[in-house]
């Protein structure tokens, strides 16, 4: 059994943090029906193309488990197709820029007046105020949200991080959003409205830099490096290279092979309840007792001495070497896993984190699964709709259709 089977899920999402959401919805069984311009599509089946005419790895990979239908809401016929959709089904999702579903003439207000138990979720870049009417991606929201200006080396430029915490991260924020307005609507009967700006949810992430922000008032953030190598606080939370985001100080530590191997790097934290031990590892068992690196206040302003000493014992390791060794003595540690080694890895495999997929233009691909595992209901990941393979059977299933009018919405152009 599906949990989310029966809710029907009208996908109006593009590129990728709308799509994130609703394919996660459509991995816990709800119906996620894909409206995409006739002959079009969403961009990104054609963007960053591997195989020639064939959909991307990118749209693939975030359209699992959908139906698609292609649906010109622009037109009168498609409009009236639409009013349809909406009568039946539970949730509307979009990601359009600012303004366009009010532009296509459906607003909040007239969605409520077709069908008053609609969820309308809606993914933007900025909440209400000044940047409200603007476009935004992902980079944009990474720095509008406050990741970008504390990410990166001290003295360096801000810099933007691979995990896509702007798209899908928003995307993840407006599924809980939805899943909670079903459970309102199970209560009161009403739908309403969701919104999830790509700037709160990246704020939402960054909520430990804001964090800083209000410590800075109180005097110099002692567990960023910058303290330990004398540099001064400015007025706004700084970036922190590789420091440890929270109380154990932490860094990224060169292992054997780091001089070919891009990847050969361990994240080693300094946690205080197992410092003895990290001192009979590193062969400084002197340490522990030592007042100048006995506790975690004696070692802030010596950080760059605790790590230079214990980097030279990861160098004499491989990444796993070190996890090998410290994991049974409770040291926290990680390797730096690469894209190569995270694909081949068989535990991902086996918990289906990872898994293939087959793809009838592609052939079998390799795609994230769903990272959400919950015991009695497991998730099958199918692949990603053609576009608008499935056109006819929507028409005819969901809004009720007959052939002949299927064939006039076609000769009309809005299909
Ligand atoms: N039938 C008819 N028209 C359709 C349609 C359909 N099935 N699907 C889309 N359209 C129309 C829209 O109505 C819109 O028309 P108007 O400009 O006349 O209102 C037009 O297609 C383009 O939509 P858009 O403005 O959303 O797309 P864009 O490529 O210009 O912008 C993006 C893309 C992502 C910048 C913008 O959608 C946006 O800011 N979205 C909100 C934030 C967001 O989710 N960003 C994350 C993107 S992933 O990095």
């Not at 054609?46 to 195989?51: A, E, F, M, N, S």
């Not at 309102?184 to 700006?197: D, F, P």
């Not at 990246?202 to 964090?211: A, I």
Request: hydrophobic content about 35%.
């Amino acid at each position: 059994m599906k949990d989310l089977e029966g809710i029907k899920i009208l996908d109006f999402t593009h590129v990728q943090s709308g799509p994130t959401c609703t394919q996660l919805l459509a991995w816990f069984g709800a119906d996620v029906i894909k409206v995409e311009r006739p002959g079009v599509g969403d961009a990104t089946r054609g963007q960053l193309r591997d195989i020639p005419d064939v959909d991307s790895l990118y749209f693939t990979m975030l359209n699992h488990n959908k139906r698609s239908v292609t649906l010109n809401s622009k037109s009168e016929k498609g409009k009236e197709i639409l009013t349809k959709f909406i009568e039946e089904c539970d949730v509307m999702v979009e990601n359009f820029a600012p303004g366009a579903l009010d532009r296509m003439g459906f607003p909040w207000e007239r969605i409520q007046e077709i069908n008053p138990r609609m969820i309308y979720a809606s993914i933007k870049g900025f909440g209400p105020g000044a940047y409200e009417d603007c476009k935004v991606y992902e980079n944009v929201a990474q720095c509008a949200g406050g990741a970008a200006s504390t990410t990166g080396m001290l003295g360096s430029v801000p810099t933007v991080t691979g995990a896509q915490i702007g798209d899908s991260g928003t995307g993840l924020h407006l599924a809980l959003g939805i899943v909670t307005a079903l459970f309102h609507r199970e209560k009161s009967g009403r739908g309403q409205r969701v919104t999830a700006a790509m700037q709160d949810g990246v704020l939402n992430l960054c909520r430990v830099k804001l964090r800083d922000q209000q410590r800075l008032a109180s005097g110099a953030l002692r567990e960023y490096s910058q303290f330990g190598d004398g540099i001064p606080f400015g007025d706004a939370t700084p970036r922190a290279g590789n420091d440890s985001g929270g109380g154990q100080p932490g860094r990224i530590l060169r292992c054997k092979g780091w001089e070919s191997d891009p990847d050969s790097y361990t994240y080693f934290i300094t946690q205080a309840a197992v410092w003895g031990n990290i001192c009979d590892v590193i062969g400084k068992p002197e340490w522990a007792e030592d007042e100048k690196f006995a506790t975690p206040d004696a070692r802030l302003p010596r950080l760059n001495e605790v790590f230079e000493t214990i980097e030279a014992w990861t160098m004499t390791k491989t990444k796993f070497e070190v996890m090998e060794i410290c994991n049974p003595l409770n040291i926290p540690v990680g390797p730096i896993l690469s894209m190569k080694e995270l694909a081949e890895d068989p535990s991902l495999r086996k918990t289906e984190t990872v898994v293939e997929v087959d793809h009838p233009q592609r052939g079998s691909y390799l795609s994230v699964g769903c990272p959400i595992k919950l015991s009695d209901s497991v998730v099958e990941v199918e692949r990603s709709p053609l576009l608008g393979e499935h056109t006819e059977e929507i028409l005819q299933e969901v809004v009720g259709l007959s052939e002949d009018e299927i064939a006039e919405a076609k000769k009309a152009g809005a299909i």
